[in-house]
């Protein structure tokens, strides 16, 4: 088990899951623009501002952000995150999204 979902301190779960780490998380693509490419699912292995991109049992595939809405498994609990949400550089993206978060609360 990934040590960082496991501890307290760093619980990732499904309403703070875009705050985190994407990297080496599960992801399936449940929300497509291209519908050809819907039920896409396989392990985080990159992300850029832009785009994520999963290991997949036919090999690696770039998923771009603004098109998708993604289910993460996070060792029990899923969190759907919207791609237009993330869409920032993932050192970018934490402070980002909490300052989104912030204003609209």
């Known amino acids: 088990m990934n040590k960082m979902i496991s501890q307290k301190k760093y619980c990732i779960h499904a309403q703070n899951a875009a705050l985190h780490e994407l990297i080496g998380l599960h992801a399936h693509v449940i ?3 291209d519908t050809n490419k819907l039920d896409l699912q396989g392990r985080i292995v990159n992300e850029t501002q832009y785009t994520l991109e999963l290991e997949t049992p036919g090999g690696p595939k770039t998923v771009p952000k603004k098109e998708v809405l993604l ?3 996070l060792h ?3 969190a759907h995150v ?3 949400d993330i869409c920032f550089r993932p050192e970018d993206r934490t402070k980002e999204v909490a ?3 912030k ?3």
């Open 31 to 33: 929300g497509r623009e």
């Open 103 to 105: 204003v609209g609360a």
């Open 82 to 84: 919207n791609g237009k």
């Open 99 to 101: 300052r989104k978060r």
């Open 76 to 78: 029990g609990e899923h």
């Open 71 to 73: 289910d993460l498994d």
